[in-house]
């Protein structure tokens, strides 16, 4: 089974709103760590967070962590239509034969 | 410019043709691995290397060969091809650990008639 799972499957907002996406997952974990997929492509890192970090920034994106609950969260505000993807969270198990393991994603659509 | 690159991007094939997708990275990346993606299924990993001539199996390795013998190379070898083969597959480079950020390939659409 998926390590990371995000929810919601699919979110459709319009421009200039804010999008949560969130993630869960199921063992202690190193890092996590956020990609974004335009249709089609390859997926593009956004953002790392530590397990000992519980929030970070990069320009319009911010992520959250809570490892008691074993979830995160990222949040675009303001959104474009340019933010139109799906939306990925690989989490890092700790433990020497640890690997990332990506989830099913979050599909956004944000419309004029 | 920093990159990982895929060939061919599209590949129509038949079952049973011996086909390669070739990878490369030019940032002296000592992880690499490929993936393929399916609809409802996200992202698994096929194989992946730690360096040159270490390869290991990822989760879904049965029909696929891969080998390191150079730093920069790391290609896909479907031997025999079958239909459920068909998917979109990404090669990925990291500096050291597998758990660093992945740099994505612009991936390689395989359809297996």
């Known amino acids: 089974s998926q390590q990371g799972e995000e929810d919601p499957q699919a979110l459709s907002i319009q421009e200039g709103e804010n999008a949560t996406m969130n993630c869960s997952y199921k063992?202690?974990?190193?890092?996590l760590q956020w990609y974004r997929q335009n249709s089609g492509r390859g997926l593009v890192h956004l953002i790392l967070?530590?397990?000992?970090?519980r929030e970070k920034h990069s320009g319009r994106l911010r992520v959250t962590l809570d490892t008691s609950k074993k979830s995160s969260s990222l949040l675009i505000t303001a959104s474009r239509a340019a933010d139109t993807a799906s939306y990925f969270c690989?989490?890092?198990?700790?433990?020497?034969?640890?690997?990332?393991?990506f989830g099913t994603g979050t599909r956004l659509q944000v419309t004029l | 410019e920093a990159q990982v690159t895929q060939n061919p991007r599209y590949l129509i094939t038949v079952t049973g043709k011996k086909l390669t997708v070739t990878c490369s990275q030019n940032?002296?990346?000592?992880?690499m691995s490929w993936y393929r993606q399916d609809p409802g299924l996200g992202l698994r990993q096929i194989y992946y290397?730690?360096?040159?001539?270490?390869?290991d199996k990822g989760d879904v390795p049965e029909g696929y060969k891969v080998s390191r013998k150079e730093k920069r190379n790391f290609p896909l070898i479907l031997e025999s091809p079958s239909p459920n083969q068909t998917s979109l597959y990404f090669c990925?480079?990291?500096?050291?650990?597998?758990?660093?950020?992945?740099?994505f390939g612009p991936g390689t659409r395989l359809t297996v008639l």
């Open positions: 690989a989490t890092a198990p700790t433990g020497t034969a640890s690997k990332l393991t």
């Open positions: 990925a480079s990291s500096k050291g650990l597998d758990t660093d950020t992945q740099y």
């Open positions: 967070i530590r397990s000992n970090e």
């Open positions: 063992t202690s974990i190193n890092n």
């Open positions: 940032m002296n990346h000592e992880y």
């Open positions: 290397s730690m360096n040159v001539e270490v390869t």
